[in-house]
């Protein structure tokens, strides 16, 4: 997420790509989805879960071509020095290579269509991965580069304290009701409080920042090193979490098969919206992504189908997830994290499988923990980096570290309220990155496209969306959701 041009990584085919896609946007937002879903309505949840992944394929289709903008720009460039390197190259030219030197810089001061007609579909290949940040500083002036960085940056806090949260609370929930009296996972109806007993004279709150102290001492230390996400670990943490929904799922249709069906979810409930909005745009997320996901696919001929059929597989699962969830369990039993619920003996009886769910966001998160955490540290510095400059050795080792690791923590420490965090995150920083950037990002490279390529050129990789209605309607969109989600707070706090 860093603002540069990377290496492209090793090629992959479109429909492994398909893959990539739907394991980036299939994460954590996804178990807390259940939760939203049964306290806005089954009926409200579904429209809205629609829309939200319409309006985020649109945004990806945007990103994409900004991203085939910002590498014709490049290609263009190169083509431009290589013209003046052979000129510099040139010996002496006679009466004719001066004349045919005049009609060339005739030629520079218009569309150069003859260039066009050659080449203009092979500058639009995404060739190199031009990172979102770069993409800002191509087409955004000082101040956007910086409100760019800022969201992305607020967004990372965001994750991070929804992670730090969600590994001690998970481990709170099945430890604290594994040693109580019925020693089995987590309890069936019973509602704690923080209050309540975990150990002997230890609360359960006391329980939960004990696991966040440990957390925070594990995995704390690798913000202030470098660290990237190996190939085999990733393959491991996918294999975990396709498992461990595959089996909630076929665990919550045999309830609702036998019978046990608990779920009595009403059509709507307006209170629940705003959560429900932040979650569903948090699980949608991946436009920060896109440049190392799509860079790498060989051939990106059927790009937009791809990845629209991508966006309609994420919808089918997400449907099955939540109407599952919320048909087998009564909505005021579900959990933060869904996969709690299966932490009891009346859901699963192999303790086995029970303690595999209950633990199975400190397994996936843990790894996914330090990678956010580098990230978010090196955007702290790109944000900062002064052309030619270079940090001192204390702010780039100790304090850029310490404040990408501190405020998430705090939070933790503060409130574990899962679908709060999330929902948060997703509606004020998410919008921005998934509604309000790709809109600005690709309104500005259409109009540099024109200005450096000509009126005529056309974007090989352009967005379906192209009329400008769509950008206008992205941003009304994003900033009516802005002011509804704080206003339902405002409304909410007044009320309490």
Known sequence: MAGEITETGELYSPYVGLVYMFNLIVGTGALTMPKAFATAGWLVSLVLLVFLGFMSFVTTTFVVEAMAAANAQ??????????????????????????????????EKRPILSVQRRGSLNLFEITDRVEMGQMASMFFNKV????????????????????AAAVPFSLMQVTCSATGNE??????????????????????????????????????????FDVQKTKYLQILTSLMRWVAFAIMIVLALVRIGHGHRQGHPPLADLAGVRNLFGVCVYSFMCQHSLPSLVTPVSSKRHLTCLVFLDYVLILAFYGLLCFTAIFCFRGDSLMDMYTLNFARCDVVSVAAVRFFLGLFPVFTISTNFPIIAVTLRNNWKTLFHREGGTYPWVVDRVVFPTITLLPPVLVAFCTHDLESLVGITGAYAGTGIQYVIPAFLVYHCRKDTQVTLGYGTVNKHRSPFRHTFWVGFVLLWAFSCFFFVTANIVLSETKV
Request: with cysteine.
């Open 183 to 224: 020693s089995c996972g987590v309890e069936a109806d019973s509602k704690h409080n923080d209050t309540d007993p975990c150990w002997g004279p230890l609360r359960r709150v006391d329980a939960y920042r004990i696991y966040l102290a440990v957390f925070t001492l594990l995995l704390g230390p690798f913000t202030f």
């Open 74 to 107: 490049l290609h263009w460039k190169r083509m431009e020095n290589h013209q003046e390197e052979e000129d510099d190259d040139s010996s002496t030219a006679s009466d004719s290579d001066v004349l045919v030197q005049d009609n060339y810089e005739r030629a």
């Open 144 to 163: 956007g580069v910086n409100l760019f960085y800022f969201c992305i940056i607020i967004y990372l806090y965001g994750d991070l304290a929804i992670y």
